[in-house]
Every structure is written in C-alpha cells, then in structure tokens.
C-alpha cells in the first residue's frame, strides 16, 4: 500500500506566477484535502474534492483552485502568485467525506521571491 | 463552528518524565477528535483519533488522550518522555474538514 505522495518537494517562484502542486491519494483512498501551512502556524484547510467535486472550501481566494482525478489524484493551482503564498501545502487523502482519518502526504514546500 | 485550542505553544520536558500536551475544543455536535505529530520537515503523522467508541483512547508510541466531555478537552499523556518524542504536536477537531490547533512544541532534555 501506497502513501500519500506529492511532487515536487520544493518550488520557488516569483510574485506574480502560476504554480501546480500535486498529490497522488493513497491507494483505496477517494477524498483529498489540501491545506496551507505558514511558518510556525497549523495548517489552514484550503478546499476538498470528493469524487471529483469540490466538496468543501476554505478561506481562501479563487486564485486557489484545485481538481480531482478519475484515480482520485489531484492538483492544486494558485494564480497570481503573492509574497504570503510563501508555504508548506499539504495533500491529505481519505476515504470517504466527513470526520474520517485523513493520511498526509510530505508537502510541498514553496516560496515565492 | 468548530475550533480547538492548544494551551501551550512551548513544553520542555526530561528524558523519562511523563508529557502532557493540552488542547481544549469547541464543537457545536459530537466531534471526531485527532492528534497528529510533525517532525522537522516532515509530514503530519497520525497518533489517535477519538470517535466517541471509548473515552481513552491509545496511540502509538505510547501516547494517549483523553477526551472530557464537561471539560471540552482532549490532552494527549505520555508516562515517559524518548529523545525520539521531539516534534511539534497538533490537535485537530474535524466535521468534514480538520480544524488545527496552533500547535504545540515539544523538546525533550536528556
């Protein structure tokens, strides 16, 4: 079995940018969350996609948008990148929606210059 | 709504003494309950999850929570601190998205 993986691990980019992150869910798994977290701070719930419909969505702008795969795969875009963008983003997958245990993926680190 | 809130950012404890991490919750029904351990530049990992089946409910590495309903509280023990234990730690209160604590930071002195 599988974990939760994300690529790449690391980004820089510069204000104003686009970026996709991505996240391979873990094997069985049909839900994925994904969540920003700033340094120093626990991660902030972006939105979630179960069976390709985002089921939830955090505070968060429209410049953060997200898709789900027939695997249950899934990307995160963020357009126009900001100097605050600058973060771990986190992929979590599970099974179902609701309060089951979610699996976190290693993260993708990026900043923005 | 829901929220959680951990009651120290910091906690320094000996090799071998007992730990003691607190997060306090508010829900407004029955929660699922989790705590989550992050090691440097790692991903989160699951310690235990409550789901109203037993009130104490037991993790790995020896660690365990007990959740008090009258308290609105979910504080995560362990009887004997390892060097290993070292990481930040994160309570999570969850409908169908997780709401994180701030976490709490643990060093562990030998």
Known sequence: ETGVTQSPTHLIKTRGQQVTLRCSSQSGHNTVSWYQQALGQGPQFIFQYYREEENGRGNFPPRFSGLQFPNYSSELNVNALELDDSALYLCASSWGEGKETQYFGPGTRLLVL | ?110
Not at chain 2, 2 to 23: F, I, M
């Open chain 2, 1 to 110: 709504a829901q929220s959680v809130t951990q009651l120290d950012s910091h906690v320094s404890v000996s090799e071998g003494t007992p730990v003691l991490l607190r997060c306090n919750y508010s829900s407004s029904y029955s929660p699922s309950l989790f705590w989550y351990v992050q090691h440097p530049n790692k991903g989160l990992q699951l310690l235990l999850k409550y789901t109203s089946a037993a009130t104490l409910v037991k993790g790995i590495n020896g660690f365990e929570a007990e959740f008090k309903k009258s308290e609105t509280s979910f504080h995560l023990t362990k009887p004997s601190a390892h060097m290993s234990d070292a990481a930040e730690y994160f309570c999570v209160v969850s409908d169908y998205q997780f709401y994180f604590g701030t976490g709490t930071s643990l060093t562990v002195i030998p």
